[in-house]
């Protein structure tokens, strides 16, 4: 982000003073991902129901939209924290179709993350040549930073990120050089990664052959660490955010081009052999047609979606001018990118996906009439509507009017929110160039709440705004009509579109199919999952229904009575069976009618708890934070099938990693385990610990000589460690830990017994085996024949078995212990 644009980042701030919350600030990794967003159902004033916009907060430039494994992954350049910008965060959103959009934790944060968090791109390393992954995922990789490229990486399909190497710079500024927004991509031709990243050179910097002024650096590499740099394009056009992708001209791979577009969709087309791209165009076009100022813009900082399936190139792009009450900033629709041969040259075209057809609740055609000034000729006299797309056709031939067009939100009194005019005699649309076809004109509008987009002879002419249209009753008014004169309209459609808002989870993670519904209740998002609130009892059912199964999940009541896993529901919830943590010192199993059998134990408020539910035909049995033995083994025959949910009963509850048949922290310890500090939970990949100290979970098992093994990993922060001889509030214990300082360590409390150097990699699993005999205390890394650490330490001869997290958040998962 330039000086200038952040000037007039500060003049808009003086305009939303009333609105801004305060100021962001640095996160802390015992709480990333920040989920900072206040509860919405997206109908607030100008909200589009069908473009994306951040839940709340600033937005701006997209960053690194990608396809992984049937998920759409858009990022984007955030402050949660406040309606102007501030220091950035990567915001994150995602789509099964591109319409349906689903708000997702922070992606990158400010104190988490190093460096300055601003835009750059994102690829799927699925063939791992960066050696990052970890796991069954393939790494999902991010690059951002200004003067210097840094990378983050997930191993979880996005739902975390790591930084690469503690935020070393992987791409220097050289000299006095400014340079960002990378955006990265596959060069299957030369078997490479490529690189280019805007940068504004004076010509100072180390590495020759650069040229002063305005352009893009160009970088390859194999393993998406290490770059090499190649060459430079200058252009005293192209001010930041590049983009560069093939197209394939007029549909035919054999003429496939490349554009290279920046931040306000100027473009050329051209050359690019891997490592140099040319151009004989002597100035460049716009692909859009839209404001392209950074504060009242309305069309700003696109970039194209990385591994597509099916090979489209697909781009979304800012919308600054999108303002409301609780969010600034919004994106177009995703569209998609095209060359099309014209008698002027080759030149891009834009047109909506077709997915967006999906969210059409109706449709009205007309076909074959004249319009002319006089309202009995026009086919919407009648028509309300609110969000809704315009397609039409226009034949010019014998046409007199001088202008005709569509007045948007129209009222009685024949005003209007926007009107949308093709000048005949300019060969205007909208006021932008858009001469005839074979003398017929078509238009597509697409109106939404705050949003108005034009796309003029298949997508020759595209045009994004923002208009705060006026959705009240008696302002959804359509008109079709002409100035001086007729035109022949060959056919009409209008779509009444319905909202992509509402149909995912934004923070809880499960494997259930939704759309889930409530059954009384408040029911809202927080960064620690579903949270229900309700005097009563409260349901939130999935779509997913089973009748012998395996159905678990973390349960947690902040304050008030109960809180359950649902199983065997009917639709409202008015049969069914509940499992339940209730504060009042039990667990139960319970259905309408009847208490089926309960459990004593003590129940905290603002403790986590792990519930697991074992089905068997009439048999039903519980288990209790990872215990071996259920709690609960009863019979009842009531249902034996039904949706799967959860409860909230006269509090309110959280809920978490809600499974089935799937998941589960895997532990031969037969005990129940307890916290001692920190949350636990059990996400996909195992049991998890968040604290901001020292955080333990510890099981009833004691041993004094065993071998104790298990797979740990960092996500964030400082060590993860297992525990072991601890007494019940881990005020004496041993614990061997992985150190993201660079170390083993084997502890215990006030004395560091030994170490062993060695690089721990955030989200890398590690293998931990303990070996104790009386005083000696053996460690081993990685299933190294020879332990690591071998030490001698009297301190505790005898104690329970565990695992702790230190300063961040750690993954567990396969810790076993054999004893004897």
């Known amino acids: 982000m330039s000086r200038i644009r952040k000037t007039l980042v500060v003049l808009l701030a003086l305009t939303l003073t009333f609105l801004v919350p305060p100021s962001a600030s640095a996160g802390e990794t015992a709480d990333y991902p920040e989920f900072p967003y206040a509860p919405t159902d997206y109908t607030e004033p100008y909200r589009g129901q069908f473009h994306f916009s951040s839940r709340g907060g600033w ?48 992606a990158l944060e400010p104190g988490v993350h190093p460096g300055d968090l601003w835009s750059g791109a994102g690829v799927v390393d699925a063939r791992n040549t960066s050696g990052l992954r970890t796991g069954p995922e ?23 990120f790591q930084s690469y190497n503690n935020g070393q710079v992987v791409v220097p500024a050289n000299g006095t050089t400014v340079n960002r927004d990378p955006k990265v991509f596959w060069h299957a031709p030369t078997n490479r990664w490529v690189m280019v990243i805007w940068s504004d050179n004076d010509g100072n910097g180390v590495e020759g052959n650069r040229q002063a002024g305005n352009g893009i650096d160009i970088y390859t590499s194999s393993d998406l660490l290490k770059w090499d740099f190649r060459d430079r394009f200058p252009a005293s056009w192209l001010y930041e955010c590049p983009d560069l992708y093939p197209l394939a001209v007029d549909g035919d791979p054999a003429n496939t081009k490349w554009v290279l577009n920046d931040a306000e969709g100027e473009y050329v087309v051209g050359e690019f052999n891997g490592t140099t791209f040319s151009t004989n165009w002597a100035a460049q076009e716009r692909m859009d047609k839209g404001r392209t100022t950074f504060d009242n813009g309305t069309f700003y900082a696109g970039l194209t979606f990385n591994h597509l399936p099916d090979g489209r190139v697909v781009q979304m792009a800012w919308m600054p001018a999108n303002r409301g009450s609780s969010w600034s900033g919004s994106a177009t629709v995703p569209a998609e990118l095209r060359l099309k041969t014209f008698p002027e040259g080759v030149r891009i075209t834009r047109n909506p996906v077709t997915e967006l057809s999906g969210l059409r609740t109706g449709t009205t055609s007309w076909t074959d009439r004249t319009i002319t000034s006089d309202p009995s000729t026009d086919p919407l006299t009648g028509v309300f509507a609110d969000t809704y797309e315009i397609e039409a056709e226009f034949d010019l031939a014998g046409a007199t009017a001088s202008r005709f067009g569509f007045a948007l939100h129209a009222r009685s009194d024949g005003t209007s929110d926007r009107t949308v005019l093709y000048d005949r005699t300019d060969q205007t649309l909208y006021g932008a160039p858009l001469a005839p076809v074979a003398n017929r004109v078509t238009m597509r509008l697409l109106v939404d709440r705050g949003h108005l987009e034009i796309f003029g002879n298949g997508g020759k002419l595209s045009y994004s705004d923002n208009v705060n249209f006026d959705s009240s009753q008696g302002s959804q008014g359509v008109r079709l009509f002409t100035e001086s004169g007729s035109v022949r309209l060959v056919s009409l459609k209008l779509h009444r579109m319905g909202s992509g808002w509402g149909t995912g989870q934004s923070t809880l993670e499960s494997n259930l199919t939704g759309p889930w519904q409530a059954v ?38 902040v304050n008030g009575t109960a809180a359950a896993l649902t199983f065997r529901a009917n639709a409202d919830a008015t049969q069914h069976y509940s499992a339940n943590i209730d504060t009042n010192g039990l667990l139960k199993l319970w259905r309408p009618g009847r208490v089926i059998a309960t459990y004593p134990t003590t129940i905290t408020l603002g403790r986590t708890y792990h519930l697991k539910v074992v089905a ?95 797979d740990l990993r960092v996500l964030n922060g400082t060590a993860a460690a297992l525990t072991f001889r601890a007494n019940a509030d881990a005020t004496q214990h041993y614990s061997a830990n992985i150190d993201t300082n660079g170390l083993l360590k084997l502890w215990r409390p006030g004395h560091v017994i030994a170490t062993y150097p060695t690089a721990i990699t955030l989200g890398r699993t590690y293998h931990l085996k303990v070996v104790a005999a009386g005083s000696n205390i053996k460690v081993y890394l990685n299933n190294s024949a020879t332990p690591v650490i071998d030490a001698t330490d009297t301190a505790y001869a005898s104690g329970r078995l565990g695992i702790n997290t230190f300063n961040g958040t750690s993954e567990f998962q396969d810790v076993n212990v054999f004893i004897g």
């Open 59 to 106: 937005m701006n430039d997209i960053n690194a939209p990608l396809y992984y494994k049937g998920e759409y992954h858009l990022f984007y350049q955030h402050n949660p924290h406040g309606l102007v910008w501030d220091e950035m965060h990567w915001g994150h959103a995602t789509s099964k179709d591109l319409v349906h959009w689903v708000q997702k934790p922070i």
């Open 138 to 160: 393939d790494p999902i990789v991010v690059f951002t930073g200004k003067n210097g490229v840094r990378i983050a990486y997930s191993n979880d399909a996005g739902r975390t």
């Open 520 to 557: 009384n209740g408040t029911w809202t998002d927080t960064a620690a999952g579903k949270r229900g609130v309700h005097s009563g009892d409260a349901f939130y059912l999935s779509q997913s229904s089973a009748a012998d199964f395996t159905y678990q999940g973390d349960l947690k009541v």
């Open 616 to 710: 068997a035909g009439s048999n039903i049995k519980v288990y209790l934070n990872n215990s071996a033995t259920p709690v609960i083994d009863a019979t009842d025959t009531a249902y034996a099938s039904g949706r799967l949910g959860i409860n909230s009963f006269n509090s309110t509850s959280e809920f978490q990693n809600v499974y089935l048949d799937t998941g589960g922290f895997r532990t031969n310890i037969p005990t129940g385990w307890q916290a001692v500090n920190g949350t636990w939970t059990d996400p996909a990949g195992g049991k998890r610990g968040v604290h901001s100290g020292d955080a333990f979970y510890l099981s009833g098992t004691t041993a004094a000589d065993f071998t104790y093994e298990g």
